[in-house]
């Protein structure tokens, strides 16, 4: 779920800037800058952990408590579309404080950097304090946190040489979007925070049957994982299936999981997220590229059983930087079949 988030902010700036005009090494830095921003939000889950501190018996206790504790304080004061334009502003700013002539970093700040960099600390600086005022200690806290960890983002995208314009634009795009994709797995955010006014009351229902109403948001979840896996491929000029191990057919076993897990909701969910994702990872570890860039020859039917065969086998090896890729899309196919044969299962019980 936190990763959808980035890999949603990722597609997108992808293939608008492709279709921009821009080069590919501009469109990948901002679109992993869009997904940066995109993941910024839930950095108010870093009081989660005091969750833990009591102690748990088993691990679906400690992600109970974990979740519990996390809550507090999750989906509130970062997750605002008000914080994220003025976030977004002062990420931009600082960006064109660290910025002179030609878009190089300037170690010594001329004094108008100095100011536009102060103006950029003064605004983040009223979000912490408003969230402090309005709210309390701990969300004064956690936006300090969001803030420092934006302002980190930021600096490391200025000295990569991406412009101001294009920072704060990018930065829009990440903070503005995370909130509408938390509409579907739990309370709605406070999309008008600090402002007492609320935008959506409860969150989306999908179906009326709550364990299809889990799968359809587990779904739409998916869905973003597939855009950012087409995004990545499609600036490379290549096509998705080029990435798809056969061994992504094990997915097709958990079809049998709608008859031996308990019926799994959104907040029963854990036993059915935790064992449809093994699946994946059992689906993509070991995977070869040059085995899958195999089957575009022309091997014959004889020839091409015997590399199904073997790219179903696991490697004695790890998986090598260049088989991440395929390791990743051949982990969605396997999940996306899971899901596929658990949910026709469910609805032939």
């Known amino acids: 779920m936190f990763i959808g988030h980035g890999l949603l902010a990722f597609a997108l700036v992808a293939l608008v800037g492709r279709r921009g005009g821009l080069t590919r090494d501009q469109t990948l830095s901002l679109a992993v800058l869009a997904g940066g921003f995109a993941t910024l939000p839930d950095v108010d889950m870093v009081y989660a952990?005091?969750?833990l501190l009591g102690g748990a018996s088993g691990a679906f206790a400690a992600a109970e408590a974990f979740w519990q504790t996390g809550?507090?304080?999750?989906?509130?004061?970062?997750?605002?579309?008000?914080?994220?334009?003025?976030?977004?502003?002062?990420?931009?700013?600082?960006?064109a404080a660290l910025h002179r002539d030609g878009g190089s970093v300037d170690r010594r700040l001329?004094?108008?950097?100095?100011?536009?960099?102060v103006a950029a600390l003064a605004l983040l600086g009223g979000?912490?304090?408003?969230?402090?005022?309005?709210t309390g200690g701990l969300a004064g806290t956690?936006?300090?946190?969001?803030?420092?960890?934006?302002?980190?983002?930021?600096?490391?995208?200025?000295?990569?040489?991406?412009?101001?314009?294009?920072?704060?634009?990018?930065?829009?795009v990440g903070l503005l979007s995370h909130p509408f994709g938390d509409l579907f797995t739990g309370s709605p955010p406070a999309f008008l925070y600090p402002l007492d006014a609320t935008l959506v009351p409860a969150r989306v229902a999908l179906h009326p049957d709550p364990t299809i109403n889990l799968v359809g948001a587990f779904v739409v979840e998916l869905a973003t994982f597939w855009l950012a896996a087409f995004a990545y491929v499609t600036l490379h000029d290549e096509r998705v299936r080029d990435y798809v191990s056969p061994r992504a057919a094990v997915g097709l076993?958990?079809?049998?999981?709608?008859?031996?897990?308990?019926a799994p909701t959104l907040d029963a969910s854990a036993p059915?997220?935790?064992?449809?994702?093994?699946?994946?990872?059992?689906?993509?570890?070991?995977?070869?590229?040059?085995?899958?860039?195999s089957?575009?020859?022309?091997?014959?039917?004889?020839?091409?059983?015997?590399?199904?065969?073997?790219?179903?086998?696991?490697?004695?090896?790890?998986?090598?930087?260049?088989?991440?890729?395929?390791?990743?899309?051949?982990?969605?196919?396997?999940?996306?079949?899971?899901?596929?044969?658990y949910t026709i299962t469910y609805l032939l019980l």
């Open 49 to 51: 952990p005091v969750g």
């Open 71 to 95: 809550n507090v304080v999750h989906r509130v004061v970062t997750h605002s579309l008000v914080v994220g334009v003025v976030a977004a502003t002062a990420f931009g700013l600082w960006t």
């Open 110 to 117: 001329s004094g108008q950097a100095v100011a536009i960099g």
């Open 127 to 134: 979000i912490v304090g408003s969230a402090t005022v309005v």
């Open 142 to 172: 956690i936006m300090a946190v969001f803030a420092v960890v934006g302002l980190a983002i930021t600096t490391v995208a200025a000295r990569r040489d991406i412009a101001p314009l294009p920072a704060f634009g990018v930065a829009l």
């Open 253 to 262: 076993g958990y079809a049998g999981a709608a008859l031996l897990l308990p």
């Open 272 to 293: 059915f997220v935790f064992s449809i994702l093994t699946v994946g990872v059992v689906g993509s570890v070991g995977v070869d590229r040059a085995v899958v860039e």
């Open 295 to 341: 089957g575009s020859s022309h091997l014959g039917t004889a020839g091409q059983r015997v590399r199904d065969r073997v790219a179903l086998l696991p490697r004695a090896r790890p998986v090598a930087v260049a088989d991440v890729p395929t390791a990743f899309v051949t982990g969605l196919a396997a999940v996306t079949l899971a899901v596929t044969g």
